[in-house]
């Protein structure tokens, strides 16, 4: 996460676009058709969109920033409105979205018997393929006495857990914090462990949480150290130091990712950057423009979308009970958008 390592398979979701994009329909809507449009907070949306605009190299994107700049808050709605039109993109899957989260760990750029788990930085012989496993990286001494590490923490778990997300936040002994991004992988593929438990027996298949599994892990703490080695995959990580503490932590287009504004979507059918508006059922429906800023290895498809929650336990603990059906609908400028549409209308 962040959305089950998305870092790791950016590349291959870039690569891929092409082909997955081809094969989906799009329908212009109107903004009528948008339930809840009209009471969304469309000011806290354009900010967000303002984040991340000025990096977009397309010509029709770098206009609408620029006009964006020109806009106060409680003209927002006017702004998406003149210069967007909603386009539902389908694929014939049913609509998803999950969340994630950014993890926060204790920790300490020493080694201390409470703080023994390192996290490390990648090392150059890493980067040419397919490199040691797991259980070879954590087992043997290949990472010893290279200054390598970037800090220690407490928690073997949360350090695995941590590698899923992506990045994550290390608070500190004298209260202060240092922020880790995604810095690399070994190479190996990713399984998880989550599938491995229900293969088991040990959990059932609707009872598969981050939170659950890390129950599972340390109430078995022999087994569970053994069941982290069935994920051959290992993350590397970087500190991140120009993205300051308040900020939520990068997502793929290298800028910070806003709480319950910034989405993970699939790049095959929703531009990094495009304004998308959510509409999320099941218990705690959600109606709200976001921004899609990042991407993840699970998010795939035209209706897939990971929620960001923000940092901390509370945050990870309400992502990780989000798994709810809806839709999704990009907004994309005017002359773009009845390019693009397939529909019988045109």
């Known amino acids: 996460m962040i959305a089950t390592l998305r870092s790791l398979i950016l590349v291959g979701a870039m690569t891929t676009a092409s082909a997955a994009g081809a094969e989906a329909t799009r329908s212009v809507l109107s903004f009528d058709d948008l339930q809840g449009w009209a009471e969304d907070d469309h000011g806290a949306a354009l900010s967000v969109f303002l984040n991340t605009c000025g990096d977009l190299n397309d010509p029709d994107w770098r206009a609408l920033c620029g006009v964006a700049r020109t806009y106060e808050g409680d003209a927002a709605r006017s702004f998406f409105e003149l210069f967007f039109r909603p386009v539902l993109v389908e694929d014939g899957k049913d609509g998803l979205f999950t969340g994630y989260f ?117 109430k078995n703490p022999e087994a569970g150290a053994e069941l982290l080695f069935h994920n051959p995959s290992y993350v590397f990580f970087r500190e991140v130091s120009r993205v300051a503490p308040e900020l939520g932590p990068l997502g793929a287009m290298n800028r910070s990712i806003t709480t319950m504004r910034s989405i993970a979507a699939d790049p095959a059918y929703t531009p990094l950057g495009a304004p998308v508006w959510v509409e999320k059922d099941g218990k705690k429906p959600l109606r709200r423009l976001m921004i899609a800023q990042d991407t993840g290895a699970a998010i795939k498809g035209a209706q897939r979308a990971d929620i960001f929650f923000g940092t901390g336990d509370e945050a990870g603990q309400a992502a990780g009970r989000l798994k709810d059906p809806g839709r999704m609908v990009v907004l994309l400028p005017i002359q773009r958008a009845y390019a693009m549409a397939t529909d019988d209308d045109g």
């Open 102 to 218: 950014e993890p926060e760990l204790d920790g300490s750029r020493t080694r201390t018997d409470r703080f023994k788990y390192p996290i490390y930085k990648m090392p150059p012989e890493a980067r040419d393929g397919p490199w040691l496993s797991r259980r070879e990286i954590l087992t043997s001494d290949v990472m010893q006495g290279r200054g390598l590490e970037i800090a220690w923490v407490d928690d073997p778990v949360e350090l695995f857990f941590l590698q899923i997300q992506g990045s994550g936040r290390v608070r500190l002994p004298d209260g202060g914090a240092l922020r880790v991004g995604y810095g690399g992988a070994n190479g190996q593929p990713y399984r998880s462990i989550g599938v491995e438990l229900v293969r088991r027996g040990a959990l059932g298949a609707h009872a598969v949480s981050a939170q659950m599994i890390q129950a599972w892990v340390r």
